[in-house]
T-cell receptor, first 114, second 115 residues
Framework: ETGVTQTPRHLVMGMTNKKSLKCEQHLGHNAMYWYKQSAKKPLELMFVYNFKEQTENNSVPSRFSPECPNSSHLFLHLHTLQPEDSALYLC?????????????FGPGTRLTVT | DQQVKQNSPSLSVQEGRISILNCDYTNSMFDYFLWYKKYPAEGPTFLISISSIKDKNEDGRFTVFLNKSAKHLSLHIVPSQPGDSAVYFCAASANYGGSQGNLIFGKGTKLSVKP
């Protein structure tokens, strides 16, 4: 695998479920990002990890819980989501947060909350 | 309030003609601008960028123009090809004390190039 991969590509979950999204980058980067893309809205930055440390949390509700065990992997743990959380969730990476303008994106996970 | 605005949600162009996608920004601290292209079921991919010290950057069929006084940038695609049909996102970044800040994205413009 090359680049940035995300699994699953599609996820349907009920509001009481717990699920996790996974992102893996094969680029040797040190910064990883979670974005949310809702219909007719710009990409919204959710979390940033730089060298495995969370450096930004853009007022994201606690029902979204990120985890970055190493520089290559990033998870987004989901629990008790709401229907308005249905969106495309994109992961990205860059060499470091100082080079956040050179981000490489994964294909995204299309999440539907029922 | 949106700092990066793409006011045209869609654009349709004939193959071979010029496509012009526009982007406006409000934050005068932005000093680096990028265009990303996104096909369905794929993540955005970097297309072209421009630093605020320039007013034009060209890469093959793609040219980005920056008008700092108007806080406006545009992406020109000449000639347009059906394979260019995608959603184009404008993004901007500001430099804070030597470190480039996070990307701020617009909503995107869906380009359709008709054969």
């Amino acid at each position: 695998e090359t680049g940035v991969t995300q699994t699953p590509r599609h996820l349907v979950m009920g509001m009481t479920n717990k699920k996790s999204l996974k992102c893996e980058q094969h680029l040797g980067h040190n910064a990883m990002y979670w974005y949310k893309q809702s219909a007719k809205k710009p990409l919204e930055l959710m979390f940033v990890y730089n060298f495995k440390e969370q450096t930004e949390n853009n007022s994201v509700p606690s029902r979204f819980s990120p985890e970055c065990p190493n520089s290559s992997h990033l998870f987004l743990h989901l629990h008790t989501l709401q229907p308005e959380d249905s969106a495309l969730y994109l992961c990205a990476s860059s060499q470091g947060q100082s080079k956040s303008y050179e981000q490489y994106f994964g294909p995204g996970t299309r999440l539907t909350v029922t | 309030d949106q700092q990066v605005k793409q006011n045209s949600p869609s654009l349709s162009v004939q193959e071979g003609r010029i496509s012009i996608l526009n982007c406006d920004y409000t934050n005068s601290m932005f000093d680096y601008f990028l265009w990303y292209k996104k096909y369905p079921a794929e993540g955005p991919t970097f297309l072209i960028s421009i630093s605020s010290i320039k007013d034009k950057n060209e890469d093959g069929r793609f040219t980005v123009f920056l008008n700092k006084s108007a806080k406006h940038l545009s992406l020109h695609i000449v000639p347009s090809q059906p394979g260019d049909s995608a959603v184009y996102f404008c993004a901007a970044s500001a430099n804070y004390g030597g470190s480039q800040g996070n990307l701020i994205f617009g909503k995107g413009t869906k380009l359709s190039v008709k054969p």
